[in-house]
């Protein structure tokens, strides 16, 4: 179970020490490894999809010893969420970290968000913004605010892109008029300290997405990304985004999506970690975690895996 023992680290960096006790003792755990691993292969047996399960059910995730438990006498309730859902994170916060690329194009734009989730990340226009804690751009208004540390030469924006057009794809579309999606999407949301902060940015965005819902379109992005962006508006900027998308795809679909890149017309906004994007020149980030930011294949920055930062490239 090198995998879990591989997200012990990440979660121990993302502040979950809950979550890292229990993947570092689950991999070393014969009765819980051998459950996981009656899971069909692949992205059925991710921790982050093991974990919020058990959150979605009412489980406990505090402990190793109450994880372990709960997994053990509710296996078959546990098993059937996690073969009808899917790791499907909505951190709105890491369109803080794209913006000064968004807010860079020409506008209006048409957004196109590929593994979009509940289409949260669809609505940049429509959040405010502080980056290194001046004062907000964006619409007054909104209770969604999204904090952004600066380094090197970013393009801080002076305001919010114009988004004529949204559309979102996803195999499993979630819907933010259902209380039972919402309640996944809260499920898959790491505890510890910046559990709260993030929540209550998820239920900010929730409402704005829910007064007005995106076109959600089901399927698979490399075979709908091209008759998608048929549909956006001819007096718009086309702009194809992704965000944490491309580790879920198996290397030949992640392959053929890039490849798809080149056939689209409008601008691609990637941000992944560098593992899963083409080898462009200073893909890999100085640091050992966080993602890439690239624009139509060009590296531009690198940035907090939750939106908490970005550094310029250039």
């Not at 121990?12 to 014969?30: T, V």
């Not at 999204?146 to 892109?161: I, Q």
């Not at 998608?228 to 900027?237: F, G, L, Q």
Request: glycine share 8%; proline share 7%.
């Amino acid at each position: 179970m090198r995998r879990y023992e591989a997200f012990a680290v990440d979660y121990e960096q993302g502040s979950s020490p809950a979550y890292a006790e229990i993947a570092r003792e689950l991999a070393r755990d014969r009765t819980v490894v051998e459950l996981v691993c009656g899971l069909p292969e692949g992205n059925k047996r991710q921790p982050n999809l093991l974990l919020a399960a058990v959150r979605y059910l009412g489980g406990p995730v505090d402990t190793w010893a109450g994880f372990r438990a709960y997994v053990v006498e509710h296996w078959e309730s546990v098993r059937a969420v996690v073969l009808e859902r899917r790791t499907q994170t909505n951190e709105v916060r890491r369109l803080a970290s794209m913006l000064p690329v968004l807010a860079s194009l020409r506008g209006p734009l048409a957004l196109v968000e590929v593994g979009a989730s509940a289409g949260l990340c669809l609505y940049p226009d429509r959040y405010r913004y502080s980056f290194d804690g001046a004062a907000p751009i964006g619409p007054a208004d909104s209770e969604v605010l999204l904090e952004c540390a600066t380094s090197g030469r970013v393009p801080v924006p002076e305001r919010v892109p114009e988004v004529l057009w949204r559309a979102g794809i996803d195999l499993d579309p979630l819907d933010v008029r259902s209380e039972e999606d919402v309640r996944w999407l809260r499920a898959l949301v790491w505890p510890g300290e910046a559990e709260q902060e993030r929540v209550e940015r998820l239920m900010g965005a929730v409402r704005v997405a829910a007064a007005d819902p995106p076109l959600m379109v089901t399927g698979d992005l490399v075979e709908q990304v091209e008759s998608v962006v048929r549909r956006a508006p001819a007096e718009a900027t086309v702009v194809v985004m992704h965000s944490a998308v491309l580790p879920y795809l198996p290397q030949e679909r992640a392959r053929a999506f890039v490849q798809a890149m080149d056939r689209v017309l409008g601008h691609w906004v990637a941000n992944e970690g560098w593992r899963s994007l083409p080898g462009w020149p200073r893909v890999r980030p100085p640091g050992e975690s966080g993602f890439t930011l690239a624009l139509d294949g060009r590296v531009m920055g690198y940035t907090g895996e939750h939106g908490q930062s970005v550094a310029w490239a250039g």
